[in-house]
């Protein structure tokens, strides 16, 4: 059973970059056929998937926020990491992580962390 865990500080200043770590226990994210993603969800709205890094360590991210995401991996730790630049108070959500594993299909979610982005 894959387990994932979001850590990061609940609190953004506007125009900074928001960070956020997700700790992965019960398999690698290595591990063949697993995409692990970053999805948030703002007040009212419903679930926006952000991007992607898969067990090979290719990423992938959505349009509207390619420009201001990145997601990397530090095999070493188990973790994959989100880094969103200039956010605004727009950016407020709850921030998921998550594991897709395409064959057998499965997913996997974190418990979900609050960032709030305001100054």
């Known amino acids: 059973q894959v387990h994932l865990q979001e850590s990061g500080p609940g609190l953004v200043k506007p125009s900074q970059t928001l960070s956020l770590t997700c700790t992965v226990s019960?398999?690698?994210?290595?591990?063949?056929?697993?995409?692990w993603s970053w999805i948030r969800q703002p007040p009212g709205k419903g679930l926006e998937w952000m991007g992607a890094?898969?067990?090979?360590?290719?990423?992938y991210y959505s349009p509207s926020l390619k420009s201001r995401t990145s997601i990397s991996r530090d095999t070493s730790e188990n973790q994959f990491t989100l880094q969103l630049s200039s956010v605004t108070p727009e950016d407020t959500a709850v921030y998921y992580c998550?594991?897709?594993?395409?064959?057998?299909?499965?997913?996997?979610w974190g418990q979900g962390t609050q960032v709030t982005v305001s100054s």
């Open positions: 890094i898969a067990y090979s360590g290719s990423t």
């Open positions: 998550n594991a897709h594993r395409i064959w057998p299909s499965g997913d996997y």
């Open positions: 019960g398999g690698s994210i290595t591990t063949n056929y697993y995409y």
